[in-house]
């Protein structure tokens, strides 16, 4: 189970930096097109997002990696599931179930790798 959860870690750090890069380097007339939702996020709220997705995503990896401060690496999981915990709400509330579905996954997913890291598996 530990090599699972590092690449259940892998995964959602490539996911989130993508995501996350994107919405901090990309214009937001740019990010309108691509994701519906932000067109109602002014510039700096839509930066914070992807700062929060980033650091998030290195969390995930780089305390295992070095390993210094591994307790870094579960709460970073629990903070991008509360994160994706927000993404399915604006997505739900909005009507976009289809946008629900992959924040529902990186929720769970990412709730796991807390699981595992907190409990039985630790770094």
């Known amino acids: 189970m530990h090599v699972a959860l590092w ?4 995964l ?3 996911a989130f930096l993508a995501a ?15 994701l519906p939702w932000s ?4 510039t700096p709220a839509l930066r ?18 070095t390993g210094i401060a591994t307790v870094l690496t579960p709460v970073a999981a629990v903070g991008l599931a509360v ?11 909005r009507g976009e179930t289809s946008g629900a579905a992959p924040s529902l996954v990186l929720l ?4 796991l790798v807390a699981w595992g890291r907190l409990g039985p598996w630790p770094l």
């Open 108 to 111: 769970l997913l990412a709730a």
């Open 48 to 65: 914070a997002l992807g700062a929060v997705e980033v650091l998030g995503a290195l969390g995930l990896v780089l305390p295992g990696l």
């Open 12 to 14: 959602l750090a490539l």
């Open 20 to 34: 996350g890069g994107m919405k901090l380097t990309r214009p937001k007339d740019a990010l309108a097109t691509a």
């Open 39 to 42: 067109a109602s996020w002014s």
């Open 83 to 93: 994160t994706m915990a927000g993404a399915v709400v604006l997505h739900l509330r």
């Open 7 to 10: 690449v259940v870690q892998a």
